[in-house]
């Protein structure tokens, strides 16, 4: 599989980490909901069709992106970086 | 079959000869044979045994499609078991064996198995060796009786024991188009995607480029085919944009356009040169594939289709055309297409006799009647092989009528003497590639063959491994598929009106008993294995595949798959696209186990040593690894065990000084306005309020309230901190770090760098440590006022910067003391001196652990992933005042759960080491399973208590202070008692380090 | 002060080795006496970080990804966003850069001492460096001043191209030696010289 780094440009899997589902979002601090905080840190959509995900290019540039993946086919259809995104209100 | 070298024709070159053994004896070939083509030039026709039952075996294919003659490369003391001979180019010396025969391959005892066959039919593992043991004969245990029977007698080569001396590399490419092949259609498609500039990569698995053009009966612009492609070839090579790989099979298509290929560099070579490997793994990363990997002609089935001098018919052809071989002297020819014809004429054109020609076919084209005419060879029509005679190779074949559309077989049985059998089955497309790379491949009707599915990457396939047979078609599909504005000129070709499509017979079927017929040569998988597997319940072809090993060997089933789905088709009464097929998986080819791993050799990971490092080699240090760190474990003298020397060295820091080599510890450079906001969320207690020039303790805990590491962070400036991390963590701090700064709170005007490698570290430790620095520090006192505990000054030590840092993790008094990398060995050489008249000494990791046990410090043994701040008496580090990562997590019940585990210390009772891993117990004696309430993470002989001590995670941990329990290690057969203390076995008030 | 002490201790042989008979495909050496500094931008501050970065050495560079520049001992290049490597043999380097760069434009960081830099040069470099590494080092991917940040195995590596046939390789101190023993490995087939 190769992902297109926005600053290194494509590159092979082997230099980024898998870090988790995107689509979450971190609960207020100060919140002490169980529930909600239960929530965020086990629960992990997988579905079979496009899926966010945040992979850490640290065999690169360090950065951590946010990868559109189609969990069934791999192909994945945009590659931004993490800041940006989580910018954009995670969108 | 006598099969002979012809008086003139090949590609080979006569002039040069080269002597090989095959089986202990001396053989003469030419340069450019194959191992295949100089043993049928010398006669040899037998090349091995049958996986299961010995039965002999000759050279079916001429390419990487063959089943049955694999050979072992004999060389020194290395085998390379299950080579294809027809791929084997020899060299002068090359050392082969025959498989898979005892005693020798002219006298097999095992060819016994032949009468065992009903035993050995399909399923006969599973039947006899699996399930409940119902008698001796059945189950598992009877496999482990049989098992080494067996493993000699049924199997392809025997694997060397030595280690494997050659050397394998890696290499990375990149192109915008990779074509695969350099048959008609990938030299076509190189050209038109080489024209437009494309950086083009063509690999072609065998040793000359040209793939069907080296045995074309065709013309070209009026010319030799073989002579055109070697013009292609030379004119391609020699652009710049172009790299062209021979030798080189594309065994793997992946996710992304990347290609796996291995090219063999020397492996055609007596000697190579000093670097040269002999293989090369390349990894292809490319915009566009071309897929011009041709077809492979399949077999018919019919019985007694296994004998030496049964080939496929282009192979009889290949042989004759590109190696000047005749793979018989009388050679009939048996198919179910016109592509058999051509072989025919070119074999006769080379001087061999055809006798017959048998065609299932009971009509057949006008250019078809007039080969068989001009080459004398009887033309059998509606005929079909229903048996064939041989002792250890051909010499008849019995021929009868067949009805093509019935199945039918009639007539009385007709022998014909020959020594060499030509079948064509028709053409299957070498789809393995796009099979891999996904989707299903769709059934065409007319070539009775799959064909490549439709393209999930940026790959197109061209040339007969379209689909297209004719040379004409070919050519410009192949321009087309190479550029869509191709305007090449193409060449006109001069071809026979010949029909490849078949009909669509694949077996030869006679009613009552008959000979074994073959479908999977290499697995001796039969058709009556086939008929079983349906009449047992296997009928998809999934498990058919699994039940039967049909096409689970080797080769794949290159030449076995359609073959196999057919004749289960027919069983079923469906259409074979209904029966379906499996999926084709890498590696197309059979790839060494070297040539993945490349240039990962001997040691697989790199060795990160600190700056110190040769002088702790230097001076007697025998290290281990720490992760990729190789460190100090103990500096012993001679005669001492490691247990004495690492208590003398710990002994020394607690009576005196010791100094240690801290340099692995992860630092992270943290700077920004937001760098105290940042550490005050990452750690579990304050850090805004530390002031410049001070460390501090930290605790990070995961978002789920698990403790996730420790060290200490320094402020250097406002703005600026040094954190430390464990050695073990240091990569995933770093991540955890960022993943924050990115994902979280991008907000945040953080910059983080690693900086582990930056610093060189030495720890000096015990109560003279402070006189050790008075005499070798300038610039700033170390004395408690200036440098008090947990403070920092910068000064020189022998005109080299330091950062004294006052730290104990060895409960003694105890500095760091930080220079540049490059400074890192005169550093501690100044150290040593300066310490000379305290008795410094170096002590490895076994007494700083052994000084830690003592004190009941944790360290990745108790921060496994598991325990809770609580459960590790570190509570007290939870700041109350602001939410942390791991904050919203750390009250729930289960993780304030009074069972859990928590740390206590040990102390044997018997005077007796406690083994790290032990379980703690009841249980006076040892008993299994036994009722286990915790475990020891770290245990070592405590100089300072004079006992064995140890840390452990116990159930109701604090509340079982002062019992008795026991230590048990049944996998090293030990079992004591020790008393539960406290983990803060020694010094518990603190006096010594801030004295 | 002491000059550094060079990672590779008794690895570091020179002379010819390899394949020496196929002539020297490349030349291997280590640069030293090198002062080495990162430069990282806030997001907002990128381009007052490179003309600080130009005023302080001399040496101005594009705003683009991996983009760099070559001027004799000295160069610059970005590996990551908003983050540069300043190279140069003056020891004062550090303070020139501190003195540009306030903590609102961004941060310094020195690592004279935690990263190795190894020149690489001659006619089979692109074909030595890809055997270590997945990146496409012809000339038209991979331009003159071009910096990369990538990985061989376990060792994150820095590149920078300083002119067709040479490379700067730049790796963490304590991987260098495996590092440096790797790539003679892999020189080993085109023959190569240590200097």
């Known amino acids: 599989m190769i992902i297109k780094c926005p600053y290194c440009g494509p590159r092979d899997v082997i230099e980024f980490t898998y870090q988790g589902d995107a689509t979450r979002t971190r609960p207020n601090p100060a919140s002490t909901d169980q529930d909600t905080w239960n929530a965020y840190v086990y629960d992990r959509s997988n579905p079979a069709k496009s899926h966010r995900e945040f992979w850490l290019h640290g065999g690169g540039c360090r950065q951590h992106l946010v990868v559109t993946r189609d969990i069934s086919t791999h192909i994945i259809s945009s590659v931004v970086y993490a800041r940006d995104y989580i910018h954009a209100g995670g969108k | 079959m006598t099969s002979w070298r012809l008086p003139n024709g090949g590609r080979i070159e006569r002039a040069k000869s080269v002597g090989f053994t095959f089986d202990g004896k001396v053989y003469r070939g030419h340069q450019g044979d194959t191992l295949a083509s100089a043993l049928l030039a010398s006669g040899i026709t037998l090349f091995g045994r049958s996986f299961k039952y010995h039965r002999p075996r000759g050279v079916l294919a001429a390419g990487s499609d063959e089943p049955n003659a694999l050979v072992t490369i004999i060389s020194g003391d290395v085998r390379e078991p299950n080579v294809r001979a027809t791929e084997l180019e020899i060299y002068d010396g090359l050392i082969v064996q025959s498989q898979n025969r005892f005693p020798s391959l002219e006298h097999d005892l095992m060819a016994v198995n032949q009468l065992a066959g009903p035993l050995l039919s399909a399923g006969f593992y599973y039947k006899t060796f699996m399930g409940p043991a119902i008698g001796p004969l059945k189950s598992t245990r009877f496999w482990m009786f049989c098992e080494k029977f067996i493993r000699r007698a049924a199997g392809l080569g025997k694997a060397g024991t030595v280690a494997d001396p050659d050397r394998y590399e890696r290499m990375n490419a990149f192109c915008d188009v990779l074509v695969v092949g350099s048959g008609p259609a990938g030299l076509i498609a190189a050209e038109a995607a080489a024209a437009t500039g494309a950086r083009v990569i063509v690999a072609e698995e065998r040793p000359v480029a040209g793939g069907s053009l080296l045995a074309s009966g065709e013309t070209f612009d009026g010319r030799n085919p073989a002579v055109w492609a070697r013009e292609k070839v030379d004119a391609l090579a020699s652009l710049p944009n172009v790299r062209f790989l021979t030798r080189t099979s594309v065994w793997g298509y992946y996710d992304g356009n990347i290609l796996t290929a291995v090219e063999h560099v020397s492996d055609h070579k007596p000697n190579r040169t000093r670097g040269q490997p002999r293989q090369r793994h390349w990894v292809i990363r490319t915009g566009k594939t071309i897929l011009a990997t041709g077809a492979f002609e399949r077999p018919i089935v019919f019985p007694g289709n296994d004998c030496p001098g049964v080939m496929l018919a282009d192979a009889v052809r290949r042989f004759a055309v590109e190696y000047g071989v005749g793979a018989g002297k009388n050679v009939t020819f048996f198919t179910n297409n016109d592509s058999a014809y051509d072989a025919a004429r070119a074999l006769s054109m080379a001087g061999v006799n055809i006798s017959a020609i048998i065609d299932v076919r009971s009509d057949v084209s006008g250019t078809c009647n007039d080969i068989a005419n001009v080459i004398g060879a009887e033309l059998l029509l509606g005929s079909a092989v229903t048996g064939t005679h041989a002792g250890k190779t051909l010499s008849s074949i019995t021929v009868q009528h067949f009805n093509a559309e019935t199945g039918r077989i009639s007539g009385a049985p007709r022998e014909i003497k020959t020594d060499c059998l030509g079948v064509s089955g028709g053409w299957s497309p070498a789809i393995h590639l796009a099979s891999q790379a996904g989707g299903k491949p769709e059934w065409d009707e007319d070539l009775q063959a799959f064909l490549a599915p439709e393209a999930n990457q940026n790959w197109v396939v061209t040339g007969s491994a379209a689909g297209y047979m004719d040379t004409v078609s070919v050519l410009s599909d192949a321009a087309t598929k190479g550029s869509a504005n191709s305007r090449l000129i193409l060449p006109t070709i001069e071809a026979s009106m010949l029909d490849s499509s078949p009909a669509p017979i694949f077996e030869i079927e006679p009613a009552g008993k008959s000979q074994k017929a073959f479908v999977d040569f290499q697995h001796d998988v039969t058709a009556s294995d086939i008929r079983l597997a349906y009449r047992e319940g296997f009928h998809s072809v999934e498990h058919l595949k699994r039940y039967t090993t049909l096409g689970m060997a080797t080769d794949q089933g290159k030449t076995s798959n359609v073959p196999g789905l057919a004749i289960m088709a027919d069983i079923r009464g469906i259409s074979i696209p209904e029966a379906g097929t499996t999926r084709f998986r890498a590696p197309f080819t059979p790839v060494s186990m070297g040539v993945i791993a490349g240039e990962r050799y001997g040691d697989l990971r790199p060795h990160r040593l600190t700056p110190m490092h040769d002088w702790h080699i230097a001076n007697g240090a025998k290290t281990y690894e720490a992760g990729l760190w190789h460190r100090p474990m103990i500096y012993g003298s001679p005669g001492e065990t490691i247990e004495q020397a690492y208590t003398r060295e710990a002994r020394a820091v607690r009576e005196s000084v010791g100094i240690v080599d801290v340099s692995t510890l992860g630092k992270i450079d943290i700077q920004g306005p937001d760098a105290a906001e940042f550490l005050d969320r990452v750690y579990t207690n304050m850090f805004s309020t530390l002031p410049v020039g001070k460390a501090r303790y930290g605790l990070m805990l995961r978002e789920d309230g698990i403790v996730f590491d420790d060290g200490t962070t320094w402020r250097l400036t406002e703005t600026q901190f040094l954190m430390t991390t464990t050695t073990a963590n240091a990569g995933p701090v770093m991540q955890h770090l960022e993943y924050y700064l990115d994902c979280v709170w991008p907000d945040l005007r953080v910059h983080l760098t690693s900086v582990t490698d930056v610093w060189a570290g030495a720890a000096i430790s015990g109560p003279k440590s402070r006189a050790v620095l008075e005499t070798c520090v300038t610039g700033t006192k170390v004395d408690n006022t200036t440098l008090p505990f947990m403070g920092i000054v910068h000064g020189r030590i022998d005109d080299i910067p330091v950062m004294v840092c006052r730290l104990s993790f060895s409960g003694e008094i105890a500095y760091e003391v930080y220079t540049g990398a490059g400074y890192g060995t005169q550093l501690w050489e100044a150290l040593i001196a300066a310490g000379k008249q305290f008795n410094i000494i170096p002590y490895g990791l076994e007494a700083l652990g052994t000084l830690r046990i003592e004190k009941g410090h944790v360290t990745g043994a108790e921060i496994d992933g598991r325990t809770t701040a609580h459960d590790l008496h570190l509570d007290w580090m939870l700041s109350k005042k602001k939410a942390y990562v791991g904050s919203a997590m750390i009250n729930r019940a289960g993780l304030k759960d009074e069972h859990r585990l928590s740390l206590v210390g040990l102390i044997s009772l018997d005077n007796q080491s406690i083994n790290g891993g032990s379980h703690i117990v009841s249980d006076k004696t040892p008993r299994e399973p036994a009722d286990s309430f915790g475990h020891v993470t770290a245990a070592c002989y405590s100089p300072a208590l004079g006992k064995y001590i140890g840390l452990a995670l116990v159930k109701h941990g604090t509340s079982m202070i002062g019992k008795r329990a026991f230590a048990t290690d049944l996998l090293r057969d030990k079992h004591g008692a020790v008393e539960i203390v406290s983990h803060h076995m020694f010094d518990k008030d603190g006096s010594r380090m801030h004295g | ?195």
Do not use: C
Request: aromatic share 8%.
């Open chain 3, 1 to 195: 002060m002491a000059d550094l002490q060079s990672p590779l201790g008794v690895t570091f042989i020179p002379g010819n080795h390899g394949n020496a008979a196929g002539g020297t495909g490349v030349t291997l050496q280590e640069r030293k006496g090198i002062s080495l500094v990162q430069v990282t931008a806030w997001n907002n501050t990128i381009s007052t970080v490179l003309t600080a970065i130009g005023s302080a050495t001399g040496v101005i560079i594009q705003n683009t990804p991996g983009s760099g520049r070559v001027a004799g001992e000295k160069s610059v290049f970005g590996f990551a966003p908003g983050r540069f490597m300043v190279v140069g043999a003056t020891p004062d380097l550090e303070q020139r850069l501190r003195a540009a760069i306030s903590t609102d434009l961004g941060t310094v960081i020195a690592l004279t001492h935690g990263r190795t830099i190894f020149r690489i040069s001659g006619e089979q470099v692109e074909w030595v460096l890809a055997k270590l590494f997945a990146i496409d080092f012809s000339e038209h991917a991979f331009p003159v001043g071009a910096g990369r940040a990538t990985l061989h195995h376990d060792i994150h590596a820095l590149i920078q191209r300083i002119d067709s046939q040479t490379f700067d390789i730049y790796v963490f101190r304590t991987f260098a030696r495996s590092f440096w023993l790797t790539l003679g490995h892999a020189a080993e087939e085109v023959g190569y010289l240590v200097e």
